[in-house]
């Protein structure tokens, strides 16, 4: 079945430890994109890339980091987790790279990440 | 600033109709969103509304009003699996989503 995978699905770490959230798509989309959703507000974007070679910040992009050195993947990094990093984290991509309101988001699964 | 209001929770019953409204201020318009997000799940795209007026897609039907600054998810027949949360979002001038922090909604039989 095409779509995104995200991994892991869950994750509880330590603080000041560090981590990549990992995401592939097959369905060849120009675009990806990640977001954190927490309780009581919006999603909201961390990076994106609108091609393989490039990325661009997002809306709350301190702590994260991310590649795209190919089309189907673009993993998160955490260099040095915080508790407020704690967040489900989507992974997301769309056909045309104009923005991630160009048209429809395809979402992966979601990763949890607990940070203590 | 640029803020997305829908309601936080609704309760309605299955095979009944439900309204769930959402308002939108953003700079400059250039469209808005509707997904839907099950419990644990990804978000999947519902609709894409760009001029004022309802659009329907079977039991869904999506609406809105640019002069208002207003949409709205009108879900008919209701079925327990509706049960969710339904994502605002909003374009603004820059092509950059704009999220609501989506509004629950619970299916009683």
């Known amino acids: 079945i095409a779509g995104i995978t995200q991994a892991p699905t869950s994750q509880i770490l330590a603080a000041g430890r560090r981590m990549t959230l990992r995401c592939t798509q097959d369905m060849r989309h120009n675009a990806m994109y990640w977001y954190r959703q927490d309780l009581g507000l919006g999603l909201r974007l961390i990076h994106y890339?609108?091609?393989?070679?490039?990325?661009g910040k997002g809306e709350v992009p301190d702590g994260y980091s991310v590649s795209r050195a190919n089309t189907d993947d673009f993993p998160l990094t955490l260099a040095s987790a915080v508790p407020s990093q704690t967040s489900v984290y989507f992974c997301a991509s769309s056909e045309l790279a104009g923005g991630p309101a160009t048209g429809e988001l395809f979402f992966g699964e979601g990763s949890r990440l607990t940070v203590l | 600033g640029q803020n997305i209001d829908q309601p936080t929770e609704m309760t309605a019953t299955e095979g009944a109709i439900v309204q769930i409204n959402c308002t939108y201020q953003t700079s400059g318009f250039n469209g808005l969103f509707w997904y839907q997000q099950h419990a644990g799940e990804a978000p999947t795209f519902l609709s894409y509304n760009v001029l004022d007026g309802l659009e329907e897609k079977g039991r869904f039907s999506s609406f809105l009003s640019r002069s208002k600054g207003y949409s709205y998810l009108l879900l008919k027949e209701l079925q327990m699996k509706d049960s969710a949360s339904y994502l605002c979002a909003g374009v603004d001038s820059n092509y950059q989503l704009i999220w609501g922090a989506g509004t629950k909604l619970i299916i009683k039989p």
């Open positions: 890339s609108n091609t393989a070679g490039t990325t």
